[in-house]
């Protein structure tokens, strides 16, 4: 009976052994003394960029207007709408940065800037709305994340454009 539980005990631990680690494709050395030593040069790991931020603040109280193409209130959409075509073809993923507006062309790509916070964000036009009377702009979660209006549900936004279609 023993050995039936001292059998058990081995094959749970084993089950608990970590996955192995990969680097750059190759699979990480092994820690154990027994490992084979490799006689060929060891080229170092390439280094990871750190993720591209995508939202950047500026100074609220300065921030310039004048090269606006609109202004007005945005809202945002997720869960409701994941998964569901958009009006240029492409499925809703409430996690990329994507925005819904009523007339400009698809596939611009505009700034957002929060004027109460002074956050922005850059995202693609793919969809049409949004169809609430006095909103201009209709962001995905991901966007109104990063605006960090998602609390509030809506925010007062200043778009410009920075890559037209048309």
Partial sequence: MQSWIGTLVAILCCACAPHPVYL??????????????????????TPVAPPAQTAHPVDAER??????????????YGK????????????????????????LPLGTRIRVTHLGNGRWVEVKVNDRGPFIEGRVLDLSFAAALELEMVNAGTAKVMIEIIDSIE
């Fill in 24 to 45: 750059n494709g190759e699979k990480a050395p092994s820690r154990s003394a027994a490992a084979p030593v490799n006689s060929s040069p060891q080229r170092p790991p």
């Fill in 63 to 76: 921030i310039d207007t004048s090269s606006a193409y609109q202004i007005g209130v945005a809202s945002y």
């Fill in 80 to 103: 409701k709408f994941h998964g569901r075509k958009t009006a240029n073809g492409e499925t809703f993923n409430m996690y990329k940065l994507t925005a819904a507006h009523r007339v």
